[in-house]
């Protein structure tokens, strides 16, 4: 399972709204590059999490995603943790 994050999860991580929607945008091509081509629309606006660590150079703080994205995602991050 992919965990996806969105704009409005950056900018609760901290991120100013027009740096957060770059990195959006800027990780829609990073997709698309990669061959996954359904990023290449306007409407959608949630990317993997991987996508916007590879843009950043960092990895995401998973205390911090768990906040930025909610309880119902808890589980997912939880799971990516144990398979690293």
């Known amino acids: 399972m992919v965990i996806t994050i969105t704009q409005k999860n950056l ?3 901290g991120y100013g709204p027009s740096f957060s929607r770059d990195i959006i945008r800027q990780a829609k091509c990073l997709m698309v590059q990669k061959g ?3 990023y290449n629309t306007k409407k959608l606006d949630r990317v993997p ?3 916007i660590e590879e843009i950043l150079g960092i990895t995401l703080n998973q205390e911090d995603l ?3 994205c909610g309880s ?6 939880k799971e990516r943790n144990s398979n690293d």
């Open 66 to 68: 768990l906040k930025s």
């Open 11 to 13: 900018i609760t991580l």
């Open 72 to 77: 119902s995602v808890a589980a997912l991050i």
């Open 49 to 51: 999490v991987e996508a």
């Open 36 to 38: 996954y081509s359904f």
